[in-house]
């Protein structure tokens, strides 16, 4: 409730005999949707940070303030050297106006999804808006600062009234705190008298109330949910300056444990994915007739088999059944046999790349599953704590690469590191030329046409050979050897490509490489 009107109503008189004296010495902001006001009465300072984003605004008043040396704008400068009068919420609204000598007022408009700033330097001045987009805030008048509140119309208390909408700035919080008093099974008069009751505890609070509700931190008039403390009544600025520390550092650790989480769930998701992916292709490479029995039965039946013949039928010595074997009418049987042997001795580096593969990708996801269950055992809303063991598990923000999804290429993330695919011909010049650093690592499919693959360099992070070799997976499997069973991939520093002058588009020439041999696949497709 810390932007509630009944709040508000508590602050304002509070602000009043505050600032009395007071004249702004500085407006400006250095962060999006922020806006900071410092005051000063000669000897001493005051300030307030306004967050006035449509996520939810934030009303803040910092005993101390540092502005930064960069990335920071004035803003209405006709707010500077202006003494503050008085200041008043506006009768149940969401409102707070600041009133100065001379006639300018500053407007704080908390709406929820459309908070905002309104700045007129006399009563009928033009409208400075904070946020621009805004556009019909300028129609937003000032109140006179003497004008008196106006008292709230209870509809009648016929039988389809509803109580609770009798009052339309009580929020969500008394409604809670009705319930929890058997609001909902008491008859209609009832439920208007427990109303009724609460609208003079709003107004004037025993005490404001840091709760601990649905999950989340609040600053309440009432007495409802978890209390976690109890600050008096007659100091609003006091109360506003402990809560918005304690739910500012709340919502930094919520949004850092979602984020490492999210990772860790990611990690174990695509690890075992993979893991699924090589064990299946290794069951099916188990169960096959594999390349060097089938080139043995050629070898076997040669006599059988007339030249140019489409097909051979010979019995399998192994099962006893009789097989079908497709032969190419544009080659020899000896030669067919041959290119078998070749891929049967493939097949064997691919069966150990595999098992390599799946054993790797299972030892990662379950080193992520013990991170989660460790995450899970960290001491609650200890921001510091969930820093340190983030970052001694490699998990802190600098480590976690960015998400680049607005890039015009495929992207792929492996254990921090960004990988870009190019689309097209065009698009790999784009992604070689001119998104790739000198220090990126570099990968082509070798000697047939494919996508370019870039890994982009972390400073003082070398790129792990698991993750080479899954970027030289995508490199296999966005090219035309995406069916073989093994393809040779080109990887170098990208300093070390270059386009020749007047090459067709995607063309480049390699002055130094080292090759890796890969099973073509997307190793991070997903079922």
């Known amino acids: 409730m810390h932007i509630n009107y009944y709040f508000l109503r508590q602050l304002a008189p509070a602000l009043t005999r505050q600032l009395a004296g007071y004249t702004v010495a500085t407006c400006f902001s250095q962060e999006k949707d922020e806006l900071v006001i410092g005051l000063t009465n000669g000897t001493q300072e005051f300030w307030l940070k306004a967050h006035l984003a449509a996520a939810g605004p934030l009303l803040a008043l910092p005993e101390t303030f540092h502005r930064a040396r960069q990335n920071s704008v004035d ?245 006893g059944e009789t097989r079908i074997i497709k032969l190419k009418t544009t080659e020899t049987p000896q030669r067919t046999a041959q290119n078998l042997y070749r891929k049967a001795k493939n097949q064997q580096l691919e069966t150990r790349q595999l098992q390599e593969r799946a054993d790797r990708r299972e030892t990662e996801a379950l080193e992520a599953l013990e991170r989660l269950e460790e995450l899970a055992a960290l001491p609650p809303d200890e921001l510091r704590t969930l820093r340190t063991w983030r970052k001694q598990h490699g998990l802190d923000a600098a480590t976690v690469a960015k998400p680049a999804q607005e890039l015009p290429f495929k992207v792929f993330e492996d254990s921090g590191f960004t990988i870009l695919v190019g689309r097209n011909a065009q698009n790999n010049d784009l992604l070689t030329q001119r998104y790739a650093h000198k220090d990126d690592l570099w990968l082509h499919a070798k000697d047939v046409t494919g996508s370019h693959v870039v890994i982009r360099q972390r400073p003082g992070h070398p790129v792990p050979e698991p993750v080479q070799e899954r970027a030289a997976q995508l490199a296999a499997w966005y090219s035309r050897r995406k069916n073989d069973s093994l393809c040779p991939v080109t990887i170098t520093p990208k300093k070390f490509v270059r386009k020749p002058k007047g090459a067709v588009a995607g063309s480049v020439a390699v002055e130094r490489e080292k090759v890796l041999l890969v099973v073509p696949a997307n190793p991070f497709e997903r079922e």
């Open 75 to 319: 803003l209405l400068l006709g707010l500077l050297g202006l003494a503050v009068e008085s200041v008043q919420a506006w009768p149940q609204d969401r409102v707070l106006q600041f009133n100065f000598r001379g006639g300018a007022t500053l407007l704080f408009k908390l709406y929820s999804t459309r908070p905002n700033a309104v700045f007129r330097p006399a009563p009928d001045a033009p409208a400075e808006l904070f946020h621009q987009r805004y556009s019909p805030d300028a129609e937003l008048h000032p109140l006179a600062a003497t004008s008196a509140e106006t008292p709230v119309t209870v509809p009648s208390q016929g039988p389809e009234a509803n109580p609770l909408k009798a009052y339309p700035s009580l929020g969500d919080l008394p409604p809670v705190y009705l319930r929890a008093q058997g609001y909902n099974e008491a008859p209609l008069a009832e439920k208007w008298a427990m109303v009724q009751s609460v609208v003079p505890e709003l107004e004037q609070p025993a005490a404001f109330y840091l709760i601990r509700l649905a999950g989340r931190t609040r600053l309440s008039l009432l007495p409802v949910g978890e209390v976690e403390a109890t600050l008096p009544a007659d100091n609003p600025i006091a109360a506003l300056r402990r809560f918005v520390p304690l739910l500012q550092g709340r919502r930094a650790y919520e949004t850092e444990l979602r984020q490492v989480r999210q990772l860790l769930e990611k990690r174990a998701d695509e690890a075992s994915t993979s893991a699924a992916h090589a064990r299946r292709r290794l069951h099916a490479l188990e169960h096959e007739a594999g390349y060097r029995h089938t080139a043995d039965l050629i070898m076997a039946h040669l006599h059988h088999i007339q030249p140019g013949a489409p097909q051979v039928a010979v019995e399998d010595y192994l099962t």
